[in-house]
């Protein structure tokens, strides 16, 4: 991919190698177990609770890995470019592009469809015990039809008599996403004017092919298994949030693009103040990243509003559960063009390591111009990504809230359906989940630095006792760059791991040993208030972090295009430095929260029982 710049239209050329990783991400989900109709949903808790911990720790430990390697010795004490084969930790920086960006994303992503399913099949579960018998069915596996198998939940429903319905699961999100990602190219007859054409408009425009394919096939599905001839506008309904959630989907790229783009005015500020120095440039950076989490909220709460209204009126008379199950069809509409969202971020690092490669083969300048504003595209696409990945997880999160409510009230015998926060044990409980958003942010960024900081004094060493690097006499030890930052991600995440698995159980079982209260159920009550100010909080943050590290990267890829100084200016040089303090904002600590968001979901589903 390195001599992309000299073979015609760019996009044609990268984006090809995302493609399959997104097709063959969404045909790995589960199968399931034959049981009875209204325990099916729970066989799966233990399935999404582990892609949970995966994908934890694919994330946690890529993140560390990835920004550990890129050091700032080569490029600001040594001055030498970036991507430099003279710099010791340049493969490491490399392999870990590939380590966080493409794997620890795609467990990511798997994980948010995971949990989704999940979620989605316990709402249905509960709500098909208010529906006809020869319904209900359609309401448990709706799931499956849009990123489940075909075949599996064709012969796994026999049982259940659903017949034709079954079989018309036909992995939507494969189809649409296939179908979109093979319409991407670039306008035909482009030839040398190629230069011009803005790759992000190419990949947005076969994305906007999916939207519209993934629509007609939401509405299609919901007419299929969603119909009952006791409520036979119910499937329209739930269409509606269905396309709810598609369009939730659509802004939340939109919104990232605007704040992460440096075509646009957030990016570009940061690059105006990092005219006058470092400080000025972070501020900037953290102000941008701040602002940004305004829309998403937004977007969110209006989101999850009208999918549970529009769920709610689907039967005539209101209905707390068609409600929530609207919400679950708008989570699964978000993610029905998954697969075409992760082969955008894939993009990212193919585009990083071309880079590479052509500043380590020395190939010319031009070349390396294209792929900077590829670079600078898959940037934006990874951040995409990020805020597509977060905007499902606080879906997600509400429906696993819900499911967890539903669990506890199965296993305390009445209906739980409220939380009462004035409760000191409950309030406690959601002051202990807040905190530990933070906490465990920051475990992450200590698990980079100390991390780093061994590649630092590798590399300085290495300069120090082989000073033919820099002449090219000598080269550089690049195996013991990667030993290192091998050995400390896997060191690292350890700490923060564990925290994010175990303090929610704790917190349950403390105060529910503890509590003077006579209800048997603060425990879980607890659990369920950290829940909600740990997901509120850590959606949030995420967004922060998430958009201030893309913003900070593109404001140095702005610069270095030639404004305001270009390559090796004062102001690129505290460009450099937002850049460092955003990478594990937005490759490490940003994306680790999303998985632990979900896991602290789950895990009190499977051990609820010790806190009741």
């Not at 040089?573 to 490490?588: L, M, R």
Request: aromatic share 8%.
């Amino acid at each position: 991919m390195a001599d992309v710049g000299r073979r015609g239209p760019v996009a044609d050329r990268i984006y090809p190698e995302g493609r399959w990783k997104g097709l063959l991400k969404g045909s790995l989900k589960g199968t399931i177990e034959e049981a009875a109709l209204h325990q099916l949903p729970f066989l799966l808790v233990g399935y999404g609770f582990g892609a949970s911990f995966v994908a934890l720790f694919a994330q946690l430990g890529g993140g560390i890995y990835t920004k550990a390697a890129d050091d700032m010795v080569g490029k600001v004490e040594s001055d030498i470019p970036e991507d430099d084969p003279r710099n010791p930790a340049v493969i490491a920086d490399l392999v870990g592009d590939n380590v966080g960006d493409c794997a620890g994303r795609g467990a990511d992503l798997f994980e948010s469809i995971a949990g989704e399913i999940l979620a989605a099949m316990i709402l249905g579960g509960t709500l098909s015990q208010q529906l006809p018998a020869d319904a209900a069915s359609g309401y448990v596996l709706f799931p499956l039809a849009i990123h489940g198998a075909a075949a599996s939940a064709s012969y796994r429903c026999e049982p259940y008599d659903c017949g034709v319905r079954c079989a018309a699961a036909l992995r939507m999100d494969i189809i649409v996403s296939g179908i979109g990602i093979m319409m991407t190219e670039s306008p035909k007859g482009a030839g040398k004017s190629a230069k011009n054409i803005d790759p992000m408009e190419v990949l947005k425009s076969g994305y906007k092919i999916s939207v519209g394919l993934a629509a007609v096939g939401i509405v299609i599905l919901c007419r299929l298994l969603l119909y009952t001839d006791a409520h036979p506008t119910a499937w329209m309904y739930f269409s509606v949030c269905g396309l709810v959630g598609l369009g939730t989907a659509f802004l939340f790229i939109l919104v990232t693009q605007y704040y992460t783009d440096f075509n646009y005015p957030p990016v570009r500020q940061i690059a105006q103040a990092s005219l006058t120095g470092h400080g000025t440039n972070v501020i900037a950076g953290m102000s941008v990243g701040m602002q940004a989490t305004a829309a998403p909220s937004a977007i969110i709460c209006v989101a999850l509003l009208c999918s549970y209204k529009t769920g709610m009126s689907a039967f005539g008379a209101p209905s707390a559960s068609a409600g929530l199950f609207g919400t679950a069809v708008a989570t699964m509409g978000m993610l029905s063009t998954v697969v075409f969202v992760l082969a955008m971020d894939v993009f990212g690092p193919i585009t990083d390591n071309a880079g590479g490669i052509v500043e380590m083969s020395e190939q010319p300048e031009s070349v390396r111009d294209i792929t900077d504003s590829l670079d600078a595209v898959g940037n934006t696409t990874k951040a995409i990504t990020k805020g597509f990945s977060v905007g499902s997880a606080s879906l997600a999160c509400f429906l696993l809230f819900s499911a967890f409510l539903d669990e506890v009230s199965e296993l305390a015998g009445h209906k739980v359906d409220a939380v009462d926060i004035s409760v000191p044990e409950v309030f406690l409980g959601g002051i202990a989940g807040a905190t530990l958003v933070f906490y465990f942010s920051g475990q992450c960024m200590t698990a980079v630095g100390s991390a780093a900081q061994e590649v630092v004094n590798n590399v300085r060493t290495q300069f120090r006792e082989r000073p033919g690097i820099m002449d090219g006499s000598q080269k550089p030890d690049y195996a013991s760059c990667v030993t290192i930052v091998t050995q400390a991600a896997l060191r690292e995440m350890v700490a923060p791991g564990i925290v994010a698995t175990t303090v929610p159980l704790c917190v349950g079982f403390f105060f529910r040993l503890t509590s003077s209260s006579n209800d048997k159920l603060i425990g879980a009550k607890a659990i369920a208030s950290f829940l909600m100010f740990a997901t509120s909080s850590g959606v949030l943050f995420a967004i922060f972090l998430n958009t201030a590290g893309g913003a900070w990267d593109n404001a140095k890829k702005y610069i270095e295009q030639g404004v305001h100084g270009g390559k090796g200016s004062a102001a690129h040089k505290a460009a450099v430095t937002g850049d460092t303090v955003g990478d594990p904002s937005k490759d490490t600590a940003g994306p680790s929260l999303h998985a632990p968001g979900r896991g602290k979901e789950l895990a009190p589903v499977l051990l609820v029982e010790g806190s009741i």
